[in-house]
């Protein structure tokens, strides 16, 4: 079934977040763009139209190729650590029976130097 310009979004994001994520770690790759275009291949096989393939794999290999560059410019300089993909919450009371929770998932975080 082909996917949803949602999931397509999604997989995007997740990617990114990802790649973000691998690029920290020790084992950080050394050709950054191949290893994001990698992590991408999961939703460009989950597509199965070929029409649509032809269409979104090209993007995200522009949205892989320039966000993996900008990931390695910014990295060496900016940010001593970069989660991805953080959930929290916070409980608010509003009286002495209720809560409230506010819950988030935060794209990014970045600890600087």
Do not use: V, Y
């Not at 079934?1 to 994520?21: C, K, N, V, W, Y």
């Not at 794999?57 to 989660?83: H, N, V």
């Not at 794209?107 to 130097?113: K, T, V």
């Amino acid at each position: 079934m082909p996917l949803s310009a949602a999931d397509r979004g999604s997989a995007i994001h997740d990617a990114l977040g990802e790649f973000t994520q691998d690029l920290r770690r020790p084992h950080c790759p050394t050709i950054p763009r191949a290893c994001l275009r990698g992590i991408g291949e999961i939703f460009r096989a989950a597509d199965g139209a070929a029409g649509s393939a032809a269409l979104w794999w090209p993007r995200f290999q522009r949205i892989a190729a320039w966000f993996a560059d900008w990931e390695i410019a910014r990295g060496a300089t900016m940010s001593a650590a970069i989660d991805a993909e953080i959930r929290g919450e916070i409980k608010i009371p509003l009286d002495n029976e209720r809560t409230f929770i506010l819950s988030a998932r935060a794209d990014r975080i970045e600890r600087r130097r």
